[in-house]
């Protein structure tokens, strides 16, 4: 009798494992554009031109503030932080990726930093103002040495 409740057991801990497992291997790509399911174009016809927008796989975190007046739509302060460890190389690519899905291509007037957390003794954390920059030239200005593209 106790070798059909280890098979049982044994099946039981396979379905749930499969079933836990399973969801995030049927996730879809992020390369395959839903609406047609093929993988969409990086270079949209609209992207040629002096106010040409940044690709949507690149997204500029920056230290550097936003010019008084230009081609960009500010979409809001964003904050981001890791549950694990990692430096603050690690909060800047959570802040461009959070930025990106806003429909955002900058992050502006960064800050990154350590900080205390559980079950990792320092984790990092940042904040940044999230920003749709139009003009691509506008862009590749607020770029410099300490500022990454993610």
Known sequence: MP???????????????????????????????SRSATY??????SSKGPTATILNTRTLVTFNSLPAEGDYEVIGRI????????????????????????????????GVWLAPAFPATVTPHG??????INDHQLLERLADSSSTWE
């Open 127 to 132: 904040t940044g103002i999230a920003v749709r």
């Open 3 to 33: 070798a059909k409740s280890t098979k049982f057991c044994l099946g039981a801990c396979i379905a749930a494992a499969l079933m836990l497992f399973g969801t995030s291997a049927s996730a879809q790509s992020i390369l395959i554009d």
């Open 40 to 45: 969409g174009d990086p270079w949209p016809a």
């Open 79 to 110: 904050e981001v932080y890791s549950r694990w460890f990692g430096s603050t190389r690690k909060a800047m690519t959570l802040l461009g990726e959070k930025a990106r899905s806003m429909g955002a291509n900058a992050v502006v007037e960064t």
